[in-house]
């Protein structure tokens, strides 16, 4: 079955980086669009940022550009978010997500806290 699996959160302070990482298993990972998404509490969860099967093209929310770096690793069937110039509005689940027949796939999510 799909499984995604999220890694890398933890606690940083303000300007800080992190690297998420999602290793996806169940259905063939280079052929489908991966995304990032985050929820941070009393909030909805949000897109943070896409990026298409080939890794060629990639989107990210206004609030993240020039900060935030997503890409994959199709032989690993990984994909990354690179996270730099963290701030506290940051904090939030980060999860790994991909869509197959209209069916939403979801990971666990991993804890990003922002703080100093």
């Known amino acids: 079955q799909v499984q995604l699996v999220e890694s890398g959160g933890g606690l940083v302070q303000p300007g800080g980086s992190l690297r998420l990482s999602c290793v996806a298993s169940?259905?063939?990972?280079?052929?489908?669009?991966m995304s990032w998404y985050r929820q941070a509490p009393g909030k909805e969860r949000e897109l943070v940022a896409g990026?298409?099967?080939?890794?060629?093209?990639?989107n990210y929310a206004d609030s993240v550009k020039g900060r935030f770096t997503i890409s994959r690793d199709n032989a690993k069937k990984t994909v990354y978010l690179q996270m730099n110039s963290l701030k506290p509005e940051d904090t939030a689940v980060y999860y790994c997500?991909?869509?197959?027949?209209?069916?939403?796939?979801w990971g666990q999510g991993t804890q990003v806290t922002v703080s100093s």
């Open positions: 990026i298409a099967s080939t890794g060629i093209t990639t």
């Open positions: 169940g259905f063939t990972f280079s052929v489908y669009a």
């Open positions: 997500n991909t869509i197959m027949r209209g069916y939403d796939y």
